[in-house]
Structure formats: structure tokens, C-alpha cells
């Protein structure tokens, strides 16, 4: 259980801009993708230089994003774009939801082979896993102890923060900094590149809310 945090904060909060990589080739053939390390798609390369260009005069104390090169290629095309240049940390606990044996296979055939119904539990079930892989939950777990550990410190610190990472495991951080239910965070769908920028009000309530340690003062999406 994460600590509440009852104290004043020190500083107004960072600003916090998460962004799914651009498209990718298996995005564009409809496979699960996973943990298979494949390449953005020349459209997925555009969707990142929109990116960059949205979040041009934007200064970051520090970029995140995971081991794998999608996010990896869309991070640094957002930076060459918008002259960004900040340390990065790269982190496996960022990566992708894991699909285990659906990983490679195309969406329409695996629902006709396990049929339609067992694929849309797997895909949008918040606890139930696919043969091998991982849930959502699961995929969480992983990425919220980093999160806390890395990049919640510098955002209590009045640092801003550029995540670049993957449609699960930014739900995850969404699923926490909005405060949403497992049956919520089900309905919330992040486009690749779109940037999405969190700003926290500057003052904690006092108890503090479970869970979160910052209250989202504003949600944009920059398009």
C-alpha cells in the first residue's frame, strides 16, 4: 500500500506528458505485438515528428521509456523534433503488456481460432491473462513501483516528465494519477503519439487522497 502523503508539498508539482509510440508494423498488420521488438511503420515516424512539433518550447528535467525500440525511435524522433535534449531512462517495467502466446499472431485469425468472445476477454479483461502473457493487472504491477520509485519524486519536485512508452503500460499510469476503477480504465483508449499532459494542482488536500500522492488540476490532449 502506497504512503498518503498529509505533508504540504515543497513546490507546485512537474508537469507530466505521456505519449504512446508512433505505429508500428505490427500495429499495421493487426498482430499482437507484445514484447517482440519490431519497427514504427513510415506513418508511425510522422505520428512522432507531430508529436515533437506539439511539444516544442517544452523544458523536461527527464524522459523515460522502455526497452523496446518503437518507443525508443518515437522518443527520439520527438526530441530531434522538438529540440529536446534530456537524460533518458530506459526500463523493461515500461514495456509493452506482455501477450505470451498470442504474440505474433493476427487478431482476426486468433478469433477464429479461440473464438471471438475468449480473445475480447483476454484483450480488455483487467485480470484475466492470455496463455503465457500478462493482464493488465499484472502489467501494473510492474510498472507502478517504477513509476513511484522514478518519476513520481521528480514530479513532487516541480520537474516535468515526458513518458514514451506503450498502450498498456501507460493505462497503467493513467489508471493511477486518474484515480480510475479496473472496470473504467477498460474503456480508456490511448491513440499512438497523441500527447497527453497532466498538470497537478500546486497543494495537497489534507488527509490525502489513497493512492496517489498529486490531484490532476487538468488533462490535455495535443492534437
Request: net charge neutral.
Amino acid at each position: 500500500m502506497r504512503e498518503k502523503m498529509t505533508a504540504p508539498l515543497e513546490k507546485t508539482p512537474g508537469k507530466l506528458v505521456l505519449v504512446r509510440h508512433g505505429q508500428s508494423q505490427w500495429n499495421l498488420e493487426n498482430r499482437f505485438t507484445g514484447w517482440v521488438d519490431v519497427d514504427l511503420t513510415e506513418l508511425g515516424r510522422e505520428e512522432a515528428r507531430r508529436a515533437g512539433e506539439h511539444l516544442k518550447g517544452m523544458k523536461f528535467a527527464r524522459a523515460f521509456s522502455s526497452h523496446l525500440k518503437r518507443a525508443q525511435e518515437t522518443l527520439r524522433i520527438i526530441q530531434e523534433t522538438a529540440g529536446l535534449s534530456v537524460p533518458v531512462s530506459f526500463s523493461s517495467a515500461l514495456n509493452e503488456r506482455h501477450y505470451g502466446d498470442l504474440q505474433g499472431l493476427n487478431k482476426d485469425e486468433t478469433a477464429k481460432k479461440y473464438g471471438a468472445d475468449q480473445v475480447h476477454v483476454w484483450r480488455r479483461s483487467y485480470d484475466v491473462s492470455p496463455p503465457g502473457g500478462e493482464s493488465l493487472k499484472t502489467t501494473a504491477e510492474r510498472v507502478l513501483p517504477y513509476f513511484d520509485g522514478e518519476i513520481l519524486p521528480l514530479l513532487k519536485n516541480g520537474e516535468n516528465c515526458l513518458v514514451v512508452a506503450h498502450g498498456n503500460s501507460l493505462r497503467a499510469i493513467v489508471m493511477l494519477i486518474e484515480r480510475l476503477t479496473p472496470q473504467e480504465i477498460l474503456e480508456v483508449n490511448i491513440p499512438t503519439a497523441v500527447p497527453l499532459l497532466y498538470e497537478f494542482l500546486p497543494e495537497n488536500p489534507d488527509p490525502a487522497p489513497p493512492g496517489f500522492p498529486l490531484i490532476v488540476r487538468s488533462k490535455k490532449i495535443l492534437t
